[in-house]
């Protein structure tokens, strides 16, 4: 989970109760690098703010390879600025945590409101999914025509567009999470060596064999329009390794 929150039952911290100048209430999720908090911004006069805190694993961050990786991740996420991207409003570290904090947004992604959802029922589902859906790639576009600060392409690619990572807030706002695994030309530490990114269902053939750009994400976008219009997925009930395999070839 890259920034919102969903209805998950969070875990209280047991531990650390603060980073930096954050509070931390509960820790929502924890993925391969990453444990993610919900916090409480302070400031003067009582100010309080809800935001989501990502921060590098600390058995990890004694390691120059991925604190270099985590912070990849957080200045990319940093520059992106867009409406239909979850915003990172500042990058840190505090006695040797590496964190990002995030803005802070209540809703479910579109992977859980299409299971919720009977669309047999109810067909607007598909109109809402397909409206979420031209949203995300409004986000995708700006992401990936952005430019450097001397007007040279970065040729960002998200390389894991699904309906896990396109959230949808309580009051319709739609927001692309997870640039953690975005490729860029100058990325200055690339993905190790034998280690595959993205959800291989939404998988475009190249980035199986490495040659990635980004069409790999518009690939990905038509696999869940493909699946929003015929309610049915891509590969069936294929798993990861069939799918890899009907890719390769």
Known sequence: MAGPMESVRPEPVRRRVALGRYQLIAEI????????????????AGFRKLVVIKE????????????????????????????????????????GHYFMTMEYLEGRSLHRVLRRFDRKKD????????RA????????HYAHELTDYDG????????????????????????????????????VQETQAGMLKGRVRYMAPEQVTGGVDRRADVFSAGAILREVVTGTRLWGDAGDVQILSSLAR
């Open 56 to 95: 590098l694993k600390q058995d990890l961050a004694q390691d120059e390879d991925f604190v270099r990786m985590f912070m990849d991740e957080a200045k990319l996420s940093a520059r992106l600025n867009h409406r239909n991207i979850v915003q990172t409003n500042e990058v840190s570290s505090d006695d």
């Open 123 to 130: 067909s607007s589902i598909d109109d809402f999914a397909i």
């Open 29 to 44: 999720a924890r993925g391969g690098m990453g444990v993610v908090y919900l916090a409480s911004a302070q400031g003067a």
């Open 133 to 140: 859906l031209a949203e995300t790639l409004a986000g995708l």
């Open 152 to 187: 040279e392409p970065l040729g960002i690619v998200h390389r894991d567009v699904s309906p896990n990572n396109i959230f949808v807030t309580f009051d319709g706002q739609v927001k692309l999470l997870d640039f953690g695994v975005a490729k860029t030309l100058d990325r």
